[in-house]
């Protein structure tokens, strides 16, 4: 069974740094492109990150270039999102989610809580 | 503001049969597939329909998907209580080099 589980979600003061991991487990990581997207409260999904199989090709969203990067070790098929510089307007529920060629985001981790608040 | 439109709200009464649009661009829907989610409120997204009309293993065939140029749309028939939810539909955007999302359809059940 493919799962995905996220972690690392915390509260954090604006300006300050967190780092989110993604557990993958049931298929072989090392195959999948993944992505990260996250929901503010009350608000529709944004896509942030994408990275390949190999890791060779990243690509951002604008709002988050230069602030976040997204990285994965397929030895231990984990996922990470390292956020810096975090703003008010980071606060979300972040996902994981596989990236298959043929079915698109096809599954996602439940998600985990970062709040950004003095 | 979303890469990918669809209206906010969309309602229906049991058994009839309601459709979700989703307007996109060159970039996306034009070049690439339409991919459809459902989101119940507190859970992840759940995918309902790949590549344009493909249903998943396990999603019931009252779903249904199309898409034409740039445009696309969700159809559920024989509406059920439990379809009310949230629906996105989301595309490839080659301007982006990654994921757009629709804002999202609220669903709701009468």
């Known amino acids: 069974e493919v799962q995905l589980l996220e972690s690392g979600g915390d509260l954090v003061v604006p300006g300050g740094s967190l780092r989110l991991s993604c557990e993958v487990s049931g298929f072989r990581f090392s195959n999948y492109e993944m992505t990260w997207v996250r929901q503010a409260p009350g608000r529709g999904l944004e896509w942030l990150a994408y990275i390949s199989s190999s890791g060779e090709n990243i690509y951002y969203a604008d709002s988050v270039k230069g602030r976040f990067t997204v990285s994965r070790d397929n030895a231990r098929n984990f996922l990470f999102l390292q956020m810096s510089s975090l703003g008010v307007a980071d606060t979300a529920i972040y996902y994981c989610?596989?990236?298959?060629?043929?079915?698109?985001?096809?599954?996602w981790g439940p998600g985990t809580l970062v709040t950004v608040s003095s | 503001q979303s890469v990918l439109t669809q209206p906010p709200s969309a309602s229906g009464t049991p058994g009839q049969r309601v459709t979700i649009s989703c307007s996109g661009s060159s970039s996306n829907l034009g070049v690439g597939y339409v991919y459809w989610y459902q989101q119940i409120p507190g859970t992840a997204p759940k995918l309902l329909i790949s590549r344009d009309s493909q249903r998943p293993s396990g999603v019931p065939d009252r779903f249904s998907g199309s898409k034409s140029g740039t445009s696309a749309s969700l159809a559920i028939s024989g509406l059920r209580a439990e379809d009310e939810a949230l629906y996105y539909c989301a595309s490839w955007d080659d301007n982006l080099s990654g994921w757009g999302f629709g804002g999202g359809t609220k669903l709701t059940v009468l």
């Open positions: 989610a596989r990236h298959d060629y043929n079915y698109g985001l096809d599954h």
